[in-house]
């Protein structure tokens, strides 16, 4: 038991020597400022800059966490702050759903609605033509799956607040959403800060649903309704052919690495967020 | 008081010495707070068709302090908590009868809860301060309710500050967070958060349980100076406490109010032999 | 004065439609999904293997599909427990409560149950390649494998650590040795490793991304561990990158079928919680 305990820890040290190892031969031909910096992709040139899946990447994530976040922060105070607990049931039965609901068929309602709907309703108004495949149709979809586990941290944090704070708000004569604005919001803010670092995290690594919906253009995207191409979906598009072209191969395990030690460091400063709030009541 | 506490009953005096309590309950009508701002009349609450307070009959005293004594689960903090309608978002609650403050029935759909709520000043039992700054956290009843100028609530801080003798332990560190209080300067703290919306009446949920015993007597010393301008009431667990400084005494047992008068009354002559019993330490 | 109750109002309203806009969400995704799905199903789709000419609107099903998920969830599920259980009790049982060993321990499994299916594919493609293995069912029990231990682990440790710790303090006291305290704590969590084992298999039978580039994909049923295996999610994805309209309709009824059977595992999942904490202590 011990060994297996020992062997399971080492694997995320494995993952990520591994994947580094693997990302080792592009290192030495470019420096990872030049790989970071540049625009240009063209495997077959040789030419690999990652600018373009980075930026596809941050700007999807922050879509998808702009779009959400009211939302969840809304629901999760009306939750435990105003409705009835047969309410309750059923949103969190609904909120169930979606957080099963597989990511292939968040993609396939993707090109379904989310598509169309951008393309013939909402882009008209402010481009000239857009195929609806877009940075924003990749962040709703993405602030779609992101909702219900915001929700549910949001709910838990919330309802972690002693009764005596709501208490005293109320009975100072405030109502109960200035309760909420400026007693639950406020103490509550480190934990919705660390519920958001992990949705972030989460929000980094989806992969298919994105692909499906993003446009797959390895250009930086300039606006909501450009294609964009984040790193996951460059990776799972092109696995195929990595072992054809030189370097193609280290190239797309660097994107595995970089999504890795992003991940990596967004779960840990999430936790460390939650170690200085515990550590406060002790 | 003729205590039993050292007398080792057999068990048929057990059985005798406990049948009171399930006697048929009577109770006495008070009538003694003729100058009286908060009257209950006939209030009955239902939690989930729980019967959780019966025929309630009261009225507090204005400029004293009433306790609220009796063993646990009695409803005394449910009591409490209905004066400022802050039980309406318990699940499954109903209530009957009426409780009117300064003539006006809080359970009227018409009255404001805000505005019932600005005449009553509530203290936990665990000291809360806001997360916010000392200043802030006195200062928020008066901006919750509208008050903006800066000077008014500079004002309203130190007179509050000063009337729960913290002014000059905190008069340097204002913006300092209130958490880092102590907690019998907590427990002052929200007393002062309290008083700064101006209330009439001051409702104090066993609020020196969680303090040692300094801050306790600090807190008690406060009560006794205000109740000059506000009607204390006090639900307390100890017996002791309400001996101390209690003016006018309520009795609540099982979600019933046995008996209510002046201390010394209800102290040296209880006209129910629950009351007597209770008094002499039989249950708690 | 008005302002803090016009406020109050608009933030009701702000709420009760944010709570609509989720249930809308919901019913929105099943309700598009259903309307074009349900039309292409029939029989044929979940009993036979896809023909040649499948992709192109030919004949055939998604069997391969179904089989193939089911062959991969059903081994990693296996090997998952067989190693998650003994880590937990190690945790739980063996080590003290505050031992470093057990913190960096969660704090590795923390960071596990946070990596992406993308990743952990890539990580075992290249192990693969390493180890001379093709894409194969064995590859796909791998990388599923690997992503579901930190689930069992983080879910199953939760309920461990919630154990009273009584429980322990009196069977040690009846002179029970290590071993046999483990039996007693089985019974304790087995609803929590129920629970577990049914959040993980939603969770691998809808993974798309890990199975990419191990599992490969087939329109036959594989026999062996070294054969490539079909998943339901992937074959979903193909369907519709046909452009074929008919094929892409039977990628809409073969997403229904996934969300059935996934609805049909959370909803047994629900109940087998319920029907459990009822014996709790």
């Known amino acids: 038991m011990f060994t297996i305990t020992v062997a399971a820890i080492l694997l995320v040290v494995l993952i990520g020597l591994g994947l580094y190892i693997k990302s080792v031969p592009i290192f030495n031909q470019y420096s990872i400022w030049q790989l970071i910096s540049s625009s240009e992709w063209k495997p077959g040139q040789g030419k690999f800059g990652f600018l373009p899946f980075i930026g596809g990447t941050i700007w999807i994530t922050l879509i998808a966490v702009v779009l959400s976040l009211p939302f969840a922060l809304l629901t999760s105070l009306f939750l435990t702050e105003y409705s009835k607990s047969w309410v309750r049931k059923w949103v969190f039965t609904a909120l169930d759903i979606l957080a099963g609901i597989p990511s292939v068929v968040y993609g396939v309602w993707g090109t379904l609605f989310v598509v169309p709907w951008i393309s013939e309703k909402l882009a008209p108004n402010f481009v000239e033509y857009s195929t609806g495949y877009t940075v924003l149709a990749g962040g709703i979809v993405l602030g779609v799956m992101i909702l219900p586990l915001l929700i549910s941290l949001f709910v838990e944090i919330f309802s972690a607040v002693p009764r005596e704070f709501r208490d005293a708000s109320l009975s100072l004569g405030a109502t109960k959403w200035q309760t909420c604005k400026h007693v639950i919001l406020r103490k509550t803010f480190p934990g919705i800060l660390a519920a958001v670092i992990l949705a972030v995290s989460r929000a980094f690594g989806e992969t298919i649903a994105v692909l499906m919906v993003c446009g797959n253009l390895p250009e930086l995207p300039h606006s909501l309704f450009d294609s964009c191409y984040p790193l996951p979906a460059l990776i799972a598009n092109n696995y195929g052919e990595m072992l054809s072209v030189p370097m193609y191969e280290s190239a797309l395990m660097l994107a595995a690495f970089l999504l890795f030690i992003v991940v990596f460091i967004f779960n840990a400063s999430s936790r460390a967020v939650i170690y200085r709030i515990e550590s406060r009541f002790k | ?284 | 004065m008005k302002l803090k109750f016009i406020e109050e109002k608009i933030a009701k309203l702000l709420m009760i439609s944010s709570a609509i806009v989720v249930f809308a969400f919901v019913a929105n995704i099943i309700y598009t999904i259903f309307l074009r799905g349900f039309p292409a199903l029939n029989w044929e789709m979940i009993s036979q293997i896809p023909t040649g000419g499948y992709y192109n609107g030919g004949g055939g099903g998604i069997l391969n599909a179904i089989t193939g998920s089911l062959y991969i969830v059903l081994g990693s599920t296996l090997l998952g427990l067989l190693i998650s259980i003994p880590v937990v009790f190690y945790l739980n049982v063996y080590l003290k409560k505050d031992s470093k060993l057990a913190y960096i321990a969660r704090l590795a499994f923390d960071v596990l149950f946070g990596i992406p299916s993308i990743v952990y594919g890539a990580f075992a493609f290249t192990i693969m390649i390493y180890l001379g293995m093709h894409t194969s069912l064995g590859g796909g029990i791998l990388v599923i494998t690997l992503l579901i231990i930190p689930i069992f682990i983080r879910s199953m440790d939760e309920v461990a650590q919630q154990l009273p710790k009584d429980l322990l303090d009196a069977t040690y006291a009846l002179g029970a040795t290590k071993l046999e305290t483990i039996r007693v704590v089985l019974r304790q969590i087995a609803p929590g490793i129920a629970t577990a084992t049914l959040l993980s298999v939603g969770r691998a039978i809808g993974d798309a991304a890990g199975v990419m580039f191990t599992a490969g994909f087939t329109d036959s049923i594989p026999t062996s561990f070294s054969q490539p295996a079909a998943t339901l999610p992937l074959s979903v994805f193909f369907q519709l990158s046909s452009p074929n309209a008919d094929v892409q309709d039977r990628a809409y009824s073969a997403a229904l079928i996934l969300i059935f059977i996934v609805l049909v595992i959370s909803i047994s999942g629900r109940l087998i919680t319920n029907y459990f904490s009822k014996h709790k202590i």
């Open chain 2, 1 to 284: 008081m003729q205590t039993n506490i050292y007398q080792n009953p057999t068990r048929s005096s057990w059985a005798e010495d406990y049948s009171f309590l399930n006697n048929n309950i009577e109770t006495t009508e008070d009538s003694s707070a003729k100058d009286s701002s908060l009257r209950v009349r006939d209030l009955n609450i239902y939690i989930h068709n729980a019967h959780i307070l019966k025929n309630v009959n009261l009225e507090i005293p204005n400029k004293k302090i009433t306790c609220i004594i009796g063993p646990s689960g009695c409803g005394k903090s449910t009591l409490l908590k209905t004066f400022n309608r802050l039980i309406d978002d318990t699940e499954g609650i109903r209530y009957k009868g009426s409780i009117l403050v300064d003539e006006l029935d809080i359970f009227d759909p018409k009255t404001e809860i805000t505005d019932i709520r600005k005449k009553m000043g509530l203290l936990s039992q665990r000291p809360c301060p806001l997360p916010m700054s000392i200043y802030d956290n006195i200062a928020f009843g008066c901006k919750m309710h509208g008050e903006r100028k800066r000077k008014k609530l500079d004002q309203i801080v130190e007179e509050q500050l000063k009337a729960v003798g913290l002014w000059e332990e905190v008069k340097e560190r204002l913006h300092a967070p209130a958490s880092k209080l102590s907690i019998g300067q907590q427990q002052r703290l929200c007393l002062a958060r309290g008083l700064a919306v101006e209330p009439e009446f001051i409702l104090a949920d066993e609020a020196t349980s969680a303090l040692d015993p300094i801050s306790s007597k600090h807190i008690e010393e406060l009560f006794v100076e205000l109740k000059k301008d506000y009607a204390i009431i006090l639900v307390t667990h100890t017996l002791r406490q309400a001996l101390r400084i209690a003016d006018h005494v309520i009795f609540m047992y099982l979600g019933e109010v046995i008996e209510a008068g002046p201390a010394e009354e209800i102290f040296n002559n209880p006209k129910q032999e629950l009351t007597r019993k209770y008094l002499e330490g039989a249950f708690s």
